[in-house]
């Protein structure tokens, strides 16, 4: 069982920066981040490899957000910067579990989740 504990969440002006952590209680090979507005899908933003610090993005995100992990410490981070208002929504932090079930780390930010954190509001106001 893996625990995904999210800070840093808040209210910010568009062009403003945000930066979104994530612990993890577990080992774990993909990490990464995702959102959603109510009444829509949750979708992929942006996810990375342990392996080699390999990372992936949406393209609504690519250029804006960096996503990076400190391994030591079990810790992803989601840099957001040059926010939008489109970007307002609950960010959640995501992962496979220690066994490689619900590997989303690939090019399409394809696939499921095994663990998910409890979530984190973002607000971008125009």
């Known amino acids: 069982q893996v625990q995904l504990v999210e800070s840093g969440g808040g209210s910010v002006q568009a062009g403003g920066s945000l930066t979104l952590s994530c612990a993890a209680t577990g080992y774990t090979y993909c990490m990464g981040w995702f959102r959603q507005t109510p009444g829509k899908e949750r979708e992929a933003v942006a996810a990375?490899?342990?392996?080699?610090?390999?990372?992936y993005y949406a393209n609504s995100v690519k250029g804006r957000f960096t996503i990076s992990r400190d391994n030591a410490k079990n810790t992803v981070y989601l840099q957001m910067g040059n926010l939008k208002p489109e970007d307002t929504a609950m960010y959640y932090c995501a992962s496979d579990s220690p066994t490689g079930d619900g590997w989303f780390c690939n090019a399409a930010l394809a696939g499921s989740p095994k663990y998910w954190g409890q979530g984190t509001q973002v607000t971008v106001s125009s």
């Open positions: 990375i490899y342990t392996g080699g610090d390999i990372t």
